[in-house]
């Protein structure tokens, strides 16, 4: 909808050709390929290499970061194309700019800012028990298991708020001009309303006349078309680690073994009824009122203790409470975590029908009787024995695929000639393919042998002309896959006596749209010069956010066709060979229905001119710190190293 606008507003031209541009992509793009370090890295700025194996760190990032937002069945080859890969050394380039920047501006973040921002971290956040202290060990635990430390992530975390400060500034200064937001939302809001007359291939097929050797000159003249490209049959074994499961078997000692260690993690946790009479007292309260309250809180307390059944009673007529007062102070069934660490503390040493001394929280002053307990055992071990046996016989899976991984890749290897052996070793089924070529089919992204790894060692030379096993190839983690070749075909091409009638085919259609155009061409001219204008189908209402089914060609058309003089016409080639004639009727402007749209767009239009803005302020940081990309980044082969 905008090309319209690229045509005839000079002055928005600029600003809306931002908004097609692709967002830069500073930080986040990964995947799981290794890559071996070379001795100078992949680029350099200010003299410092970026290496190999922390791009590799970034495409596994983004990976992670796709996984987490599209689930896992997002397939890594979608960003290992040589385009992501550039726009992933790009990102790292960018990164060491806005640091290098930032160092000779000496911006600095200080550590309460760091710890404030580890704090709010959803991950950490949860790991601050009610008192508001961290669980060190639990954080240290979690943090052992991704290979970092305390000190690596307050540093990690110090860059980053670093990196934000430098990346934000610019594109959050932006603006655009309201009147270039208002001209665009005026734009956004007209309605055309238009007919369409089409001249299809279909009806001028029988008026091709192809000379009788045109079908075999073509074939001589695009041979490539017709090659069918070499392809083997193969046969191929997977391991992972539903493999291994299947063969795990656990003893009942085993399990119960297992039940008893954990038996915190399968228990209900305790809940308790209880009802309370506050007296509130404000935080800023003095001295002299606190002692009040508390004095009245203590006398209701001896009220009580005389008269235990008389609690409801006091509690509607003095708890400060609106939430519980009306129910006789009653809060219901909760956990100790639902309540403030005081109240909890004197909740759960309670016994049933017994009543708390005064407790002091935030809130004032409370009274608190214990009415029911529940929960706090442990479910019995027929009820979770199954969801323990899955979860030790994966552990189990986890570990000792490493060990059947070694044992795996040395038999396909030794027992070259044959698949048979390694089959049989971990009760694997050989399956078989036929028709393989070199080139991955991306709608099978997720068959091992559309791997491309696995795709490259098929057609090595060893396997290709000796017939043996390819080594044992990880395809995806904790996933092997060996295969060998049992056939193969040599690249070929298609008899012309194969192909001659699908040719004949292709010529007659393009002939037939060729007289399609031609005879739409001659109409358009003829009705811009008052002919006859019959024969077009029912008008419909088009704008630019809504085409009514009609092909962005001729929304382009019919948008930069000048309509000043009604009717006007547009004429274009459609993608089905057609050509569409459009007899614009009616232009109106509906009045806007969202005040806020204009906003909106103004924003929008802001956001893009900052991130140009941004895009230009890193070439000239490339040029201040002298970027050198030495080479593109690369696709890794099983070993880890780059091909």
Do not use: C
Not at 320 to 332: I, R, T
């Amino acid at each position: 909808m905008f090309d319209f606008i690229r045509n005839h507003q000079r002055l928005m031209q600029f600003i809306l050709l931002l908004l097609i541009l692709p967002s830069f992509a500073l930080w986040g793009v990964q995947s799981y390929s290794r890559f071996h370090e070379g001795a100078q890295g992949l680029a350099t700025v200010a003299g410092q290499p970026i290496t190999q194996q922390e791009f590799d760190a970034a495409q596994r990032r983004q990976l992670e970061q796709l996984h987490a937002r599209l689930g896992s069945d997002v397939d890594p080859k979608l960003i290992d194309s040589p385009e992501a890969r550039a726009q992933v050394l790009q990102g790292l380039i960018g990164e060491r700019l806005l640091l290098a920047q930032a160092a000779q501006d000496h911006l600095t973040v200080s550590n309460e800012r760091v710890a404030m921002e580890l704090r709010n971290d959803p991950s950490i956040r949860s790991l601050y028990r009610p008192d508001g202290t961290l669980d060190v060990a639990r954080y240290d635990q979690l943090l052992a298991a991704v290979g970092k430390t305390r000190d690596s992530v307050f540093a990690e975390t110090r860059r980053d708020i670093v990196l934000q400060e430098e990346s934000s500034a610019i594109p959050d200064s932006s603006f655009a001009p309201s009147a270039v937001a208002t001209r665009l939302d005026f734009l956004l809001r007209q309605v055309r309303d238009v007919q369409e007359l089409k001249f299809s291939p279909a009806d001028f097929r029988a008026s091709v006349k192809l000379a009788l050797d045109a079908p075999q000159k073509y074939y001589q003249a695009h041979t490539s078309e017709f090659r069918v490209p070499e392809q083997v049959d193969v046969q191929y074994v997977v391991l992972d680690q539903n493999a291994i499961l299947g063969s795990i078997q656990l003893k009942p000692e085993e399990i119960k073994a297992y039940y008893d260690q954990n038996i915190k993690r399968f228990a209900v946790p305790e809940e308790r009824r209880a009802s309370h009479i506050l007296v509130a007292v404000a935080k800023d309260a003095s001295n002299a009122d606190r002692e009040k309250a508390k004095a009245k809180a203590q006398e209701i307390l001896a009220r009580l203790r005389a008269h235990p059944s008389d609690f409801a009673k006091l509690a509607r007529q003095y708890s400060d409470d609106p939430g519980s007062a009306s129910k006789g102070g009653d809060l219901g069934w909760a956990p100790a975590s639902n309540y403030v660490q005081p109240f909890a503390d004197a909740l759960f040493k309670l016994q049933p029908n017994q009543l708390s001394d005064v407790v002091q929280t935030d809130f004032g002053y409370h009274i608190i009787e214990l009415t029911g307990v529940h929960g706090g055992s442990a479910k019995p071990l027929d009820a979770v024995r199954s969801d323990i046996e899955l979860e030790m016989r994966k552990a189990r899976a986890k570990t000792q695929f490493a060990e059947s991984a070694e044992t795996f890749s040395n038999m396909v290897y030794d027992q070259a000639d044959s698949l048979t052996g390694a089959a049989g070793k971990f009760g694997l089924t050989i399956q078989s393919a036929s028709g393989v070529t070199r080139t991955p089919i991306a709608a099978h992204a997720h068959d091992p042998l559309e791997n491309p790894k696995v795709l490259a060692a098929l057609f090595s030379d060893d396997v290709l002309k000796n017939k043996h096993n390819t080594e044992a190839i990880e395809v995806a983690p904790d996933t092997l896959v060996a295969a060998r070749v049992t056939a193969y075909k040599p690249a070929s091409e298609r008899p012309f006596s194969e192909v001659s009638d699908a040719i004949k085919s292709k010529l007659v259609d393009e002939e037939a749209s060729d007289l399609a155009a031609a005879a739409g061409a001659a109409k358009l001219k003829s009705l811009v010069a008052g002919a006859d204008d019959t024969g077009f189908g029912p008008s419909k209402s088009v704008s630019r956010t809504n085409a009514a089914g009609l092909p962005p060609v001729a929304m382009k058309e019919i948008f930069r066709t000048n309509a000043s003089k009604l009717p006007a016409y547009a004429g274009v080639s459609l993608p089905d060979g057609a050509f569409g004639i459009y007899r614009i009727l009616k232009v109106t402007v509906p009045p806007s229905q969202d005040p806020r749209r204009e906003q909106n767009l103004a924003l929008q239009l802001a956001h893009a001119s900052g991130e140009l803005e941004f895009s230009g302020y890193l070439e000239n940081l490339k040029k201040k710190f002298k970027v050198r990309v030495l080479k593109p980044a690369a696709k890794s082969d099983s070993d880890g190293a780059p091909r």
